[in-house]
Nanobody, 120 residues
Framework: VQLQASGGGLVQAGGSLRLSCEAS????????MGWYRQAPGKQRELVAT???????SYVDSVKGRFTISRTNAKNTLYLQMNSLKPEDTAVYYC???????????????WGQGTQVTVSS
């Protein structure tokens, strides 16, 4: 199973970006999915999660600005980021709890990370 993240880039404060993360491989189903971020010199933090039924949660600092969503038929996760701030600058990672077909197992997988830089 591989998670391929994309959509990062450089944007001015107040701008928007949309991140995508596509899961591929021997996938039976995907349970919870989420976005994490890690700024230089800081620990990785959870940004937002979404269940396979669409229930979402967000860290307080992004509530009202970021929207997490998923398309189950395409095994794809999204993060729409609006009103971006310089403090949102980080490498963003996607995460998925995947149930694989072969072998029949459940495991957490991570994407490779995509850089988001917000200039002031």
């Amino acid at each position: 199973v591989q998670l391929q993240a994309s959509g990062g880039g450089l944007v001015q404060a107040g701008g928007s970006l949309r991140l995508s993360c596509e899961a591929s491989g021997s996938i039976s189903s995907i349970n919870a999915m989420g976005w994490y971020r890690q700024a230089p010199g800081k620990q990785r933090e959870l940004v937002a999660t979404i269940s396979n039924g669409g229930v979402t949660s967000y860290v307080d600092s992004v509530k009202g600005r970021f929207t997490i969503s998923r398309t189950n038929a395409k095994n794809t996760l999204y993060l729409q980021m609006n009103s971006l701030k310089p403090e949102d600058t980080a490498v963003y990672y996607c995460n998925a709890k995947v149930i694989t077909i072969v072998p029949l197992d459940s495991h957490n997988y991570w994407g490779q990370g995509t850089q988001v830089t917000v200039s002031s």
